[in-house]
């Protein structure tokens, strides 16, 4: 069975503190062909630095119209069978690539494959999980977007067909994207292991822009509804797919996996840079 190849797209901007981590992981990971491109918007920190010292990473420091604009740069750049973004804040576990490769070769008949993440603080030591289910269309449309773009990847297929990012969405462009894709007959396939780190400190993007992000899903929900509804019945919506999510976790035993994740918290998992941190991340993907 022949494994694809993977373009992983990074999206940059004065990312220099952080962007070294998401290099490594991509390029520390074993058993797949993947190239990685970077998207930088003219960082002026020392971002450039950095990919100088990274020959194996294609970068373009030029500029685009916001982080949905350098997705689909790099995504149009990409020769990869399979194409994902990761942010440059974050990074991919040891195992992550092959675990998506694998279902890829297993699963033709799916466009979109998504993982489960960890969330870290700014030093990578683990804070929570996102352990997720199979796809369901109407928990992602009504309770949110659940799936975790870090650990999610798409057919090239999909690009060449014209569906790109939409740019007019700065921060909730993952869900318009998702939503989109479900709504235009594409099958979602789920891959039950650990696949990212989200990182979430002060700087990330829906904490800075918490409006901008309500208004961003209200968008989104409305181009995409059956039909208007008021905000009382979305909330109910909302609230009732919540608990259909919960059942659905249970159902599968990934809220057993979500428990033995929180177990871990404090632990690191910045596994590029040591022996000892990666024997144990490599376990954790697996969980």
């Known amino acids: 069975m022949k494994s694809p190849t993977i373009s992983v797209i990074t999206p940059s901007r004065n990312s220099g503190e ?28 020392n971002t450039l630095e950095v990919l100088r ?27 990869g069978e399979l194409v994902g973004w990761l942010n440059a804040d974050d990074y991919y576990l040891p195992g992550g690539l092959q675990a998506i ?36 269309r109407d928990i992602l449309f009504y309770f949110g977007c659940y799936i975790p773009s870090t650990a999610t990847f798409f057919r090239r297929r999909l690009i060449e067909r014209g569906y790109l990012l939409d740019s007019d969405f700065r921060v909730c462009m993952d869900f318009e994207y998702f939503v989109r894709l479900a709504a235009a007959g594409f099958r979602f ?36 509804g059956a039909r208007v509804r008021s905000q009382m ?12 999510r919960i059942l659905r976790k249970i159902a599968s035993g990934n809220a057993w996996r979500e428990m033995r994740i ?24 697996y969980l």
């Open 18 to 45: 952080f962007i070294e981590d998401a290099i490594l992981s991509v390029g520390q990971q074993q058993g797949v062909l993947v190239e990685h491109i970077v998207q930088d918007s003219l960082s002026s920190d």
């Open 53 to 79: 010292r990274h020959p194996e990473v294609r970068w373009q420091w030029e500029s685009d119209c916001g982080q949905s604009d350098a997705i689909n740069r790099g995504f149009l750049r990409a020769s």
């Open 101 to 136: 490769a694998r279902a890829a070769a297993e699963h033709p008949e799916a466009d979109v494959f998504h993982g489960d993440c960890v969330f870290v603080d700014g030093e990578g030591s683990i804070t929570r999980s996102k352990v997720e289910h199979d796809f369901d």
């Open 189 to 224: 396939h789920y891959v039950p292991q650990f696949i990212a780190a989200f990182r979430w400190h002060k700087d990330n993007i829906s904490l800075q822009q918490v409006e901008r992000r309500s208004y961003e899903r209200l968008e989104v929900q409305r181009r995409h």
């Open 233 to 244: 019945q979305m909330e109910l919506l909302r609230q009732g797919f919540r608990a259909k």
């Open 262 to 285: 929180r177990q871990q918290k404090g632990e690191p998992t910045l596994w590029m840079r040591n022996t000892e941190v990666q024997q144990k991340c490599a376990s954790l993907a």
